[in-house]
């Protein structure tokens, strides 16, 4: 079977934490179509571990194992006990090729050599590819602005010399078909303004720089970063019931989508709100509440703008540039009792609180 989307990889720019930004994702070729056989259910994972002829790999296949074991765990709570992940590491086998003959493919043209060590991985392990959902290569440290790589809606995964299971979340997320989280980043402090130019001359969506989703800068982070709600929706693990589409002006209660014991009825309680904003992207506002250092995001609303042909989601930031000393996202939620006002929509958090169903948000909405 050919990859549906081996055109549609992503990478993840750990290396330097300070220009991730760069590394904004390319929308796929195609709109994001969901596929719940793909995103639910069970997944065999294999991770196979490889040494080049004069490089070893460190650390150790039960190390690899116990962080794998810790993703399993973050995505079984995390979808709502609609996915979970069974994963195997092998032994470490010796690939024929020298650190130079990959780092050279790699410098040449870096999809010739996920290609080369993923095949010469499974050659060296034996491993039928239809019989595991995930694939990954976990190989000794090249040079390359990214710690980890994936497929998009796809099963390859590629982990460069380190390996933690923030960062495996997130490689995982891109094989279960999510773009990076992005923030819709602006210059003249009116956080809908238009995004943020850059030397291109094309918009910069602050690649990574929801840093509160796994799939935003999620490395140096703990289980407390959940994917977002909108992502949730597309991969099934959100029911189309707990998610109300706002049409008309009012008040609306929903509860937090990163607590998985939270229980809205899908009538009058919800985990999360779709607000139509134009032909190309809707807002959704949601409740996060696993922060709980963070002030305005625990008692405010995590507002997103997510370009509905892909399926890229943009953190909406309420302060941008934040203060002296406060990092650049940390005060990105939309405060209690503050409006967000784009056009004649406005979004509105007006109360919280904690009922039988968790812990709530009260949103006022007003749409055309």
């Known amino acids: 079977m ?6 549609a990889q992503d990478g993840c720019g750990v290396e330097d934490p300070d220009s991730f930004g760069q590394f904004a994702p390319t929308p796929t070729s195609t709109p994001y179509v969901p596929d719940l056989a793909w995103s639910t259910g069970t997944k065999t994972l294999i991770c196979i571990r490889v040494s080049f ?33 069974v994963p195997t590491v092998t032994n470490t086998y010796v690939l024929q090729g ?31 590819m239809n019989n595991y959902d995930r694939i990954m290569v976990h190989f000794p440290h090249l040079v390359w602005s990214y710690g980890g ?9 590629w982990m460069n010399g380190g ?33 943020k130019p850059v030397g291109t001359g094309t918009p910069d969506p602050g690649g990574y720089a929801d840093q509160f989703d796994v799939m935003g800068r999620n490395w140096d982070k703990g289980p407390e970063n959940d994917f977002n709600e909108d992502y949730k929706r ?26 998985p014991a939270s229980t809205p009825n899908g009538t009058t309680t919800w985990l999360g709100l779709k607000i139509y904003k134009d032909a190309t992207y809707d807002y959704w506002v949601g409740y996060r509440r696993n922060l709980t250092t963070n002030y305005t995001l625990s008692n405010g609303a995590y507002v997103t703008k997510v ?20 990092p650049e996202y940390w005060d ?37």
Request: glycine letters at 8%; one cysteine or more; charged letters at 20%.
């Open 2 to 7: 050919v990859p549906p989307s081996l055109q």
């Open 53 to 85: 002829s004069d490089q070893a790999l460190g650390g150790s296949p039960n190390a690899d194992y116990d962080d794998l074991a810790e993703t399993a765990s973050y995505y079984r709570d995390y979808s709502r006990g609609r996915t979970d992940l």
């Open 98 to 128: 020298s650190t130079a003959y990959y780092q050279g493919l790699l410098n040449a043209n870096a999809e010739n050599f996920r290609n080369v060590i993923h095949q010469d991985a499974v050659a060296a392990a034996n491993v039928n």
């Open 149 to 157: 790589f994936a497929d998009i809606k796809w099963k390859r995964i």
């Open 163 to 195: 390996f933690d299971w923030r960062l495996a979340a997130h490689e995982i997320g891109h094989t279960y078909g999510c773009l990076h989280a992005n923030r819709w980043q602006v210059t003249d402090g009116n956080p809908v303004s238009p995004p």
């Open 234 to 259: 597309q991969l099934g693990w959100i029911t189309a019931s707990q998610v109300k589409t706002v049409s008309v002006t009012g008040t609306y209660k929903i509860y937090a989508f990163d607590n």
């Open 307 to 326: 370009e509905k042909a892909f399926v890229r989601s943009l953190l909406i930031d309420w302060v941008q540039p934040s203060p002296a000393g406060t």
């Open 332 to 368: 990105a939620a939309i405060p209690k009792n503050s409006t967000l006002v784009d056009g004649a929509i406005s979004i509105k958090p007006v109360g919280n609180g904690v009922d039988s169903g968790g812990e709530w948000l009260k949103v006022r909405v007003v749409v055309p």
